[in-house]
């Protein structure tokens, strides 16, 4: 994710911006498939845990508890910097007489 802010603020889309890009909606689908829990929680409840959640041994109470809220602006701000970046070069694109970019 900050891969993808980075490159957004830098006005850069290159191989590694890809990938991030297709790591971030992997996890974004997998999180949202799962009813917008970590599929991890499950797993960590089935083996005992009280509660499932383990993101508040790393991150202070309240971060952890507001990961979602914190995010979603995040990939929000993210997709608009790489829309912006690639109608600007669609538009560079079709100025220079070729509009499928190659």
């Known amino acids: 994710m900050g ?7 830098r006005r850069r889309w290159d191989r590694r911006t890809t990938v991030a890009a297709l790591v971030v909606a ?5 999180f949202v498939g ?3 829990r970590c599929p991890l ?6 083996m005992g845990a ?16 507001n990961l979602p809220k914190i995010h979603v ?4 701000l993210a997709l608009w910097l790489h829309v912006k970046i690639m109608l600007a070069r669609r538009r560079i694109d079709s100025e220079d007489g070729d509009p499928d970019g190659s």
Do not use: Q
């Open 41 to 46: 929680t499950g797993v960590a409840e089935r």
């Open 73 to 76: 602006p995040l990939l929000a």
């Open 50 to 65: 009280v509660r499932g959640g383990v993101t508040d041994i790393f991150l202070p109470r309240w971060f952890a508890a």
């Open 3 to 9: 891969y993808l802010l980075y490159a957004g603020i």
């Open 34 to 36: 799962n009813g917008a």
């Open 26 to 30: 992997g996890e974004t689908l997998v």
